[in-house]
Nanobody, 121 residues
Framework: VQLVESGGSLVQAGGSLRLSCVVS????????MGWYRQPPGKQRERVAI????????KYGDSVKGRFTVSRDNAKNTLYLQMDSLKPEDTAVYYC???????????????WGQGTQVTVSS
């Protein structure tokens, strides 16, 4: 199983970016997915999570009202629409997914390699 993020870039403050994360490999089910970020010199923090059917989403306080998480289960893809970007959003953004490899296997946390988002002032 692999998670591959894309969409990171350099953008000016106030701009927008859309991140994508594609899950590939043999999976039985992809459960809760989420985006996390790690700013320079800081610990990784949760940005947003979304449940399997997309019915429940949760956001970190610093991104509420500006970021939107969504998923397309048919494409095994997770998205993060980021609007009104601020310099403090600069970080490496990581995709996370709880995945069952088989019907009997417990969910296991998988991580992508990260994509860099840089917001200039």
């Amino acid at each position: 199983v692999q998670l591959v993020e894309s969409g990171g870039s350099l953008v000016q403050a106030g701009g927008s970016l859309r991140l994508s994360c594609v899950v590939s490999g043999s999976t039985f089910s992809v459960n809760t997915m989420g985006w996390y970020r790690q700013p320079p010199g800081k610990q990784r923090e949760r940005v947003a999570i979304i449940t399997t059917g997309g019915g429940i989403t949760k956001y970190g306080d610093s991104v509420k009202g500006r970021f939107t998480v969504s998923r397309d289960n048919a494409k095994n893809t997770l998205y993060l629409q980021m609007d009104s970007l601020k310099p403090e959003d600069t970080a490496v953004y990581y995709c996370n997914a709880a995945i069952k490899a088989t019907i009997t296997a417990p969910p296991y946390d998988y991580w992508g390699q990260g994509t860099q988002v840089t917001v200039s002032s």
